[in-house]
């Protein structure tokens, strides 16, 4: 805990900095959510196809981008909503702006009860 997923179009891989958006959101995740910075894991998943509305996906003029992290019940509503405002902060921050139409979100989300882990 926290588990958190990028979610982005693969056209946004060069101008997205990915490495700099996950230390800068594990920072922003034990400052606002108090975790522990060791337990900040994030994975980012690009998609090989995005489309927006009725354009042609092939144009490549939108780039979609959508954080979601899960955090272990406790945390209050306006504690996540100031971590997704932060998480959208630091994806203009973090994304070049390359000339594409960015739709950027972020949720977060309370991880089930039945949420287990273990290291090795």
Do not use: W
């Not at 946004?12 to 800068?24: E, H, K, Q, S, W």
């Not at 489309?51 to 979601?68: I, L, M």
């Not at 960015?102 to 309370?110: C, K, N």
């Amino acid at each position: 805990m926290p588990q958190i997923t990028v979610d982005y179009s693969r056209s946004l891989t060069p101008a997205f900095d990915r490495a700099g958006f996950a230390r800068a959101l594990h920072t922003a995740t034990v400052e606002i959510a108090a975790a522990k910075p060791e337990a900040c894991k994030t994975q980012f998943r690009p998609s090989e196809y995005t489309a927006f509305g009725y354009e042609d996906p092939d144009e490549h003029n939108h780039g979609v981008v959508h954080v979601t992290l899960g955090l272990l019940v406790g945390r209050t509503d306006e504690t996540k909503a100031k971590l997704t405002e932060a998480v959208l902060e630091l994806l203009k921050q973090h994304i070049e702006d390359d000339g594409l139409v960015l739709h950027a979100s972020a949720e977060v989300r309370d991880l089930d009860a039945s949420y287990r882990k273990f290291e090795r």
